[in-house]
């Protein structure tokens, strides 16, 4: 019931009442259109409004007992009907990365397997540059950066075909389907609060980073297995980054 929800939303650290309402809404709903229909007859996706909807989405998909990708869905859908809210995402996850060294293994799990709907999706709601916030350092990275990245691939390489990685991986390259250009956003935690510039991301150190990681922790996986797609959609993915390295973006 409501009163029972509130409660759970208090627990949660929902500490204003848009959050709270939107909490209530997402965790009440019967399924993914009923939760979407609710958010944009409470007025939750206006601009600015959505930023709260986007946040509470990734928190209670971290604290579920196990990935439920109802949340990868109403995110991509609340991101189709309000664009801005892919900025919300890509920060929202920047945010978790700083913490994943405290963060408990199934929160790490759930929020890798989320990305992954999200970047593997045909809508992309976000793209392969969002890891470029991860610090990568091959001899000791911290074990939840390594857990994560690891199930992160192992879901985008289960689930996507071997041209859909190829685009993901090659994305801000002329090897993409398109040149991609980053728009930043403004955004009231900007310095200033004032719009920067239209600008096209430059992802070959991540590209090399990501190639390095695939090689020492990822090829390594049982789930390698020579003709499945994981290995087909892995080695499409060192290749791509290898072959982008030189490329400017």
């Known amino acids: 019931n409501e009163d029972g929800?509130?409660?759970l939303a208090s627990s949660q650290r929902m500490n204003t009442d848009a959050r709270r309402s939107i909490f209530c809404i997402v965790m009440g709903s019967t399924d993914c259109d009923d939760?979407?229909?609710k958010l944009v007859r409470q007025g939750m996706l206006k601009p600015k409004a959505e930023r709260d909807v986007i946040r509470v989405i990734i928190h209670c998909c971290g604290e579920e007992k196990a990935f439920?990708?109802?949340y990868a869905y109403l995110a991509m859908r609340v991101c189709e009907f309000q664009q801005k809210s892919k900025f919300t995402m890509m920060l929202t996850f920047w945010d978790a990365f700083k913490q994943l060294k405290?963060?408990?293994v199934r929160k790490v799990a759930n929020l890798a397997k989320l990305l992954a709907h999200l970047i593997g999706s045909k809508d992309k709601c976000l793209t392969i540059g969002v890891l470029k916030r991860i610090e990568f350092s091959p001899s000791d990275m911290p074990e939840m950066i390594i857990v994560f990245l690891s199930i992160f691939m192992t879901a985008l390489f289960e689930s996507c075909d071997v041209e859909s990685i190829q685009k993901t991986f090659a994305h801000g390259t002329g090897n993409s389907s398109a040149a991609v250009k980053h728009h930043v956003e403004s955004d009231e935690d900007d310095e200033g609060g004032k719009a920067q510039t239209t600008k096209k991301e430059d992802l070959s150190d991540l590209r090399e980073s990501l190639s390095l990681f695939l090689l020492q922790y990822v090829?390594?996986?049982?789930?390698?297995?020579k003709g499945s797609?994981?290995?087909s959609n892995l080695l499409a993915a060192i290749e791509t980054c290898d072959s982008t390295k030189n490329v400017a973006s």
């Open 219 to 225: 090829k390594s996986s049982l789930k390698n297995v």
């Open 35 to 37: 939760a979407f229909e």
């Open 102 to 104: 405290s963060f408990p």
């Open 229 to 231: 797609t994981f290995h």
């Open 5 to 7: 929800l509130l409660t």
């Open 68 to 70: 439920n990708p109802f």
